[in-house]
């Protein structure tokens, strides 16, 4: 069984930075794309970020140029540094990816953390 947990949520003001983490366990052979989505209340899911297991990533146009994400493969682990947050990132933030296991490889998500910017 695998395991997506996320961490580092919280309430921030607005211009200020959180960095989530999302640590994979479990039975894994290789963990492949991973990346955040977010959803705010009465909107969509949305990508936000996505890094190959190469390291190549691509981004959210709302979010270019203020967030990072980077994983190390060593810790099964990926992050989202996100800097100069903005009340309009208020979302529940998850983790997800492809990891493969004995089945194969699967999508995986978290359960979510909360990120909240007050202006």
């Known amino acids: 069984q695998v395991h997506l947990v996320e961490s580092g949520g919280g309430l921030v003001q607005a211009g200020g930075s959180l960095r989530l983490s999302c640590a994979v366990s479990?039975?894994?052979?290789?963990?492949?794309?991973m990346g955040w989505h977010r959803q705010a209340p009465g909107k969509q899911r949305e990508l936000v970020a996505r890094?190959?297991?190469?390291?190549?990533?691509n981004y959210a146009d709302s979010v270019k140029g203020r967030f990072t994400i980077s994983r190390d493969n060593a810790k099964n682990t990926v992050y989202l540094q996100m800097n100069s947050l903005k009340p309009e990132d208020t979302a529940v933030y998850y983790c997800?990816?492809?990891?493969?296991?004995?089945?194969?490889?699967?999508?995986?998500w978290g359960q979510g953390t909360q990120v909240t910017v007050s202006s």
């Open positions: 479990g039975s894994i052979f290789s963990i492949n794309a």
């Open positions: 890094i190959t297991n190469g390291g190549s990533t």
């Open positions: 997800n990816g492809v990891v493969t296991t004995d089945w194969g490889p699967q999508y995986y």
